[in-house]
């Protein structure tokens, strides 16, 4: 199966700085890499994601970029925010036996210090 | 749109109890998955629905765990009998169709803690 592999696990910035959070895979089959934002006691929710036929994406102050080569992916939040502050999940697609499976990293606990 | 509902939000037993938790996914979504979240930890798939039919629960302790999705709405998740380890969040999420880059829409989750 799958592994993911996050780093680093936590993260603290000033407010106004960028973020980078890495994450490694093992399958290179796989195709899809959603990243996912989860504040306390709260539901994780996709922020950002890339297919695997792209390079970079970017919705306004974040960005994924995707290594298919290397196995590796990157999300960046630039101008960071207090509320950014939340633990993010990076994941992949893996299919197998008929399903489709995501696998998340470990996560990677993000403060914004004001 | 309504989201992925879940109920309870808490709930806490002793080992050896028995537990369920309930997820109604939107409407029309018909996948269904049910993660479970412990600690520290990234969502880990238990088992994931196509309408009423398994398609993957590879990771399923199955003589503990067992989940069911009679008519492809709702679904329950339970456990039987629970040990500590099984403390963490169940997290239900739904998709339109399966085919991976659907998006996967969460549930708020239950938090469970066995004693």
């Known amino acids: 199966g799958e592994n993911v592999e996050q780093h680093p696990s936590t993260l603290s910035v000033q407010e106004g700085d960028s973020a980078v959070i890495k994450c490694t895979y093992s399958?290179?089959?796989?195709?899809?890499f959603p990243w996912y934002k989860q504040e306390l006691g709260k539901r994780p929710q996709l922020i950002i994601d890339?297919?695997?036929?792209?390079g970079e994406k970017k919705d306004q102050r974040i960005a994924v970029t995707l290594n298919k080569t290397a196995k590796h992916f990157s999300l960046h939040i630039t101008e960071t925010q207090p509320e950014d502050s939340a633990v993010y999940f990076c994941a992949t697609l893996y299919s197998g036996a008929g399903s489709y499976q995501l696998t998340f990293g470990k996560g990677t606990k993000l403060s914004v210090i004001p | 749109e309504a989201g992925v509902a879940q109920s309870p939000r808490y709930k806490i037993i002793e080992k050896r109890q028995s537990v369920a938790f309930w997820c109604n996914p939107i409407?029309?979504?018909?996948?269904l998955y049910w993660y479970q979240q412990i600690l520290g930890q990234g969502p880990k798939l238990l088992i994931q629905?196509?309408?009423?039919?398994?398609?993957?629960d590879s990771q399923l302790p199955k003589d503990r765990f067992s989940a069911e999705r009679l008519k492809g709405v709702d679904s329950t998740l339970k456990i039987q009998p629970a040990k500590l380890e099984d403390s963490a969040v169940y997290l239900c999420?739904?998709?339109?169709?399966?085919?991976?880059?659907?998006?996967?829409?969460f549930g708020p989750g239950t938090r469970l803690t066995v004693l």
């Open positions: 999420a739904s998709s339109l169709v399966q085919g991976g880059t659907n998006e996967q829409f």
């Open positions: 629905f196509q309408n009423n039919g398994v398609v993957d």
């Open positions: 409407s029309g979504h018909a996948t």
């Open positions: 890339i297919r695997s036929n792209v």
């Open positions: 399958d290179s089959a796989s195709n899809y």
